[in-house]
């Protein structure tokens, strides 16, 4: 049976899971709602939390970006098997996950006004925060965080991506550890060639 990665026709919390796929030369069905038009209320009732991503495989589904990266990761030599290096990528991964949460207050202000204000406290504090201390992490372990290419990297190029994205910025050019890391992650075969074929997201 296909594996299926349904998400949005936008990076957000899949493109890095694309990447890992694209990069591990699995075939799958790369499954794009249009975002205008959400939601589409039968897709969504299906859902088991009404949410995207999901990833289908051997006709089971599993929800959470996070869980699913994972898994990805672990059939793609992309998760260490010693169980303390897994805790530590789980560790960076969630690092990552609260950093977007900060972002999410951001990105979802309706006020236009508040909004310029959380922005500007975003990228003048929030991106320094932990872009500084993932630039440390990169650099005290040979470029990558378990100190080899694993899923934590690419999970973190998918969400600077968006990050970038939403405002139009480019977050981590201060920080050339995370830049070589995201050009790396854009060299590698299979991610190559998907994001010279990619169409440009917009919010
Ligand atoms: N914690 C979930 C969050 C999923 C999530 O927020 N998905 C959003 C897109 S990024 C979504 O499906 N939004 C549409 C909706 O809620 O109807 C994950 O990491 O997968």
Known sequence: MAKKLF????????????YMLYFSGQEFEDIRYDRKTW???EVKDSL??????????GGRRLNQSIAIARYIASQTNLLPSDPWEQAVLDATVLNIADFVLKARSYITETDAVKREQLKHEFLTETVVYYLSRFEKELKANNGFFGGKLSWADFHLVGILETLNLYTEENIEKNYPTIVALVNYIHSLPGVKEYIATRKSYVV
């Open 7 to 18: 998400y949005f026709e936008f990076n957000g919390l899949a493109e890095s899971i694309r």
């Open 39 to 41: 939601p589409n209320k």
């Open 48 to 57: 088991p939390y009404g949410q995207l991503p999901i990833y289908e495989e």
